[in-house]
């Protein structure tokens, strides 16, 4: 019930802009950010604050908890999360989904693991966005090119932001021209899709 996410026109504590969430780990319908990471993924996406506007201020937003209150997480919980949405996306007109989280891995190779495969492909033939998190192990595997999984699926976009001579810049996994690599993210795959723009994932997320 944050400010940034609107009114809470009905007073129960959950900003009106919310209108689902579950916590596929505990098992309840509580899904509160104990660790503050999911809560500012979304302010970033959807915050409608004057100062600090996320790139779709409007967009009403689900919450989907995917992680015990002590921060540990299972794949499983991330398909039975997965498995609601290709279930209700009409319901809510679900048009994108974002994931924050990731292996830890660097794969090379676009191949669905875990069990989850399946799920992100209906989710691509409803023409649903899916975006998630690159992964933070250049330095640990030596410049390899790779990113984490569910980033490294094929019905995935993986989005990451850094800060290089040119300034702050967003790029998509599947790919980065490998001309551009020294000034976008180096964790990436080559390929040829150009550095995406803040308009472009304004209307990703529209």
């Known amino acids: 019930d944050h400010s940034f996410f609107g009114p809470d026109a009905d007073g129960d504590g959950v900003a009106d802009r919310i209108v689902y969430q579950w916590d596929f780990a505990e098992g309840d319908a509580d899904a509160s950010d104990h660790n503050n990471h999911g809560s500012h993924t979304s302010s970033l996406i959807g915050s409608s604050d004057a100062t600090y ?54 794969w090379d190779a676009a191949i669905g693991r875990y069990g989850l495969g399946d799920e992100l492909a209906a989710l691509a033939a409803k023409n649903i966005i899916v975006t998630a998190a690159s992964g933070n192990n250049y330095a640990k595997v030596g410049g390899a090119w790779g990113v984490s999984y569910p980033a490294a699926d094929p019905a995935v976009r993986s989005y990451a932001v850094t800060a290089g001579p040119v300034g702050v810049t967003v790029a998509s996994v599947d ?7 020294p000034h976008t993210v180096p964790t990436h795959k080559p390929g040829s899709d150009p550095v995406r723009t803040r308009s472009e994932l304004e209307d990703a997320f529209a």
Request: no cysteine; hydrophobic share 45%.
């Open 53 to 106: 506007g996320g790139v779709a201020q409007g967009v009403d937003l689900i919450s989907l908890k995917v992680f015990q209150d002590d921060g540990k997480g299972y794949f499983a919980y991330l398909e039975r999360a997965l498995q609601w949405v290709v279930e209700n996306a009409d319901s809510f007109n679900v048009g994108v989904v974002n994931l924050s989280l990731g292996d830890g891995g660097n």
């Open 175 to 181: 790919g980065v021209d490998p001309a551009l690599a």
